[in-house]
């Protein structure tokens, strides 16, 4: 008789801990309002958003690092206004603005058009997405000069950015 009612207090022990589990799952990838994770090559760097929204077709975010590093980010959104566009999308990052060689950037072809640059596009964008209020892109930066033209033999590196903007400007 003991049997069925130690089964009555375990299954519900057993359910709560699953579902504290899996919340718990579920919110170790997320990161509060208005701050960005950027990966470049193995290093990542955790972000202060200090602008953020949406014009158009277009979002936009700035944000800024501790140390003073800076990233810049555009991605084109198609007409549902949530699956992202490789090609109008791109990135600027100055990992230390009071250096003249610390800027890498990635865009995609319609996104450097955009800009009225000319030229073969820096980097390449690979995936854009927009996720809820999260905006996330990735590629291949490249290093580039204050006019984010490439600067000649520049190792290429891997990046991410994953940026959460609830309250857009």
Known sequence: MAAPALRRLVAPAVVALVLVAGLGGCAK??????????????????????SCGLDGQTLFVVARADDGAIVQGVMGLEDDDKTGIPASTGITIDLDPSSEDTRVAAFGAESWERRGSTGKSPGSITSAKLRGSRIQFSGTVVPVDANDVPVPNGEPQSFSLDARCDEAE
Request: aromatic residues 10%; charged residues 35%; proline residues 0%.
């Open 29 to 50: 990838d997320e990161f509060e309002d208005r701050t960005a994770v950027v990966g470049v090559g193995g290093s990542r760097q955790d972000y202060q958003v200090d």
